[in-house]
């Protein structure tokens, strides 16, 4: 099983910043691609940014020049660095990983989510 627990979300003012954290701990062979996700109030749940373990990140358009996500890969850590925050950007944010088994199985896992408020 692999757990993620992610850590970091809260309310701040438009304008300002916060950085999200989500540490993934278990038992695995490896972890892809890593990333995050938001879903707000009566909308669906979209992607924000997303890291494989080598290679180019993905952004959503509303979060580009905005957010960064990041990786430590000896942390089995990835982060989302949010900056000119705006009330849009009021959501559940999850943290999402592609994981191989010891049994070469891949797996999709979500952790929990954490809440993420924007004031105007």
């Known amino acids: 099983q692999v757990q993620l627990v992610e850590s970091g979300g809260g309310l701040v003012q438009a304008g300002g910043s916060l950085r999200l954290s989500c540490a993934a701990s278990g038992r695995f062979r490896s972890i892809n691609v890593m990333g995050w996700y938001r879903q707000a109030p009566g909308k669906q749940r979209e992607l924000v940014a997303t890291?494989?373990?080598?290679?180019?990140?993905d952004y959503a358009d509303t979060v580009k020049g905005r957010f960064t996500i990041s990786r430590d890969n000896a942390k089995n850590t990835v982060y989302l660095q949010m900056s000119s925050l705006k009330p849009e950007d009021t959501a559940v944010y999850y943290c999402?990983?592609?994981?191989?088994?010891?049994?070469?199985?891949?797996?999709?896992?979500w952790g929990q989510g954490t809440q993420v408020t924007v004031s105007s």
């Open positions: 890291q494989p373990s080598s290679g180019s990140t």
């Open positions: 999402k990983a592609g994981v191989t088994t010891f049994d070469y199985v891949n797996n999709n896992y």
